[in-house]
């Protein structure tokens, strides 16, 4: 199967490689109930003391308010459950901030990683990096170089053998389901994430003089995919055939996924977007 042609993306500014949720203005932000760690108005309150036992509902929203401009919520969200299961794991709240910012602190982190793959450790450290320092407030304990043993380098996985790419494309081949069959094929031939086949939408859609599809371009930050980063790709003939097979029964709007939501008992909703949790069912 052929790959696609993904474009460079733009050098991102720390933060924004996640996108940019612009905060709301005070005209238009909702009341917010007064909840634990604000004053009432939903704004930033002071960490109570090095002394006080940490409350782990008012570091994430510290977190929350601290990165709202820098993170997309779906990012955030990410980060936040991470940070809760290290958290609960570690028993964070029966330790106070004092403690946490010395020799402790960097004992908790580094007894956890000891309980997860190696192959995780990278993602884990960014995770809870961000949220320990705009959390917290504190600073970050782990220097990479002396803490951590030299971990393996990401590396692109060899092409699986012919015999169960064979196994796949007669599936494919076979799949009736114009929607499941463009959705599969996306992945196949271009190796989209699933935020770039949940969040394409038709005016990404690039036609020639004869009116049938060739390309798909899209800029991440405008679709919000995972990345701000834009992505391109060169039709292959199958996903040109199978894009066109799509369209004769999907609602083409510009603004429209190219791949809506769709239930699990077969509903469409062609305004809306797929989600993580419904792209895999």
């Not at 820098?70 to 991470?82: E, F, G, I, T």
């Not at 389901?177 to 935020?195: E, F, K, N, T, V």
Request: proline share 7%; net charge positive.
């Amino acid at each position: 199967m052929g790959g696609g042609i993904r474009s460079p993306g733009t050098n991102c500014p720390p933060g924004a490689e996640e996108g940019d949720n612009s905060a709301l203005d005070g005209k238009h932000e909702p009341e917010m109930e007064p909840r634990l760690g604000t004053d009432g108005k939903g704004l930033i309150k002071a960490l109570d003391g090095d002394d006080f036992p940490l409350r782990v509902f008012e570091v994430t929203e510290r977190f929350r308010q601290q990165t709202r401009t820098r993170l997309k919520d779906d990012s955030a969200k990410q980060y936040v459950k991470a940070f809760k299961r290290f958290a609960k794991t570690v028993n964070l709240e029966s330790y106070t901030r004092r403690q946490l910012s010395g020799p402790k602190g960097r004992m908790l982190i580094l007894a956890y990683l000891d309980g997860i793959p190696k192959r995780s450790w990278s993602w884990i450290v960014t995770v809870l990096k961000p949220v320990w320092l705009y959390g917290f407030d504190l600073v970050w304990l782990i220097d990479s170089k002396r803490d951590l043993p030299k971990l393996p380098r990401r590396q692109r996985r060899q092409s699986p053998p012919d015999a169960q790419v064979r196994i796949w494309a007669k599936a494919l081949a076979n799949e009736k389901d114009a929607y499941l069959h463009l959705l599969w094929l996306m992945i196949a031939q271009h190796g989209w994430r699933p935020s770039h086949v949940c969040r394409l939408k038709w005016r990404n859609v690039q036609y020639n003089e004869q009116g049938k599809p060739v390309a798909i371009v899209a800029d991440g930050a405008q679709e919000s995919f995972k990345t701000c980063c834009p992505v391109a790709a060169r039709l292959t003939p199958d996903v040109v055939e199978a894009l066109v097979e799509w369209r004769k029964t999907a609602d083409a709007s510009p603004d429209h996924p190219i791949l809506p939501w769709k239930s699990a008992t077969g509903k469409l909703v062609c305004s809306r977007v797929q989600t993580h949790s419904t792209f895999g069912t």
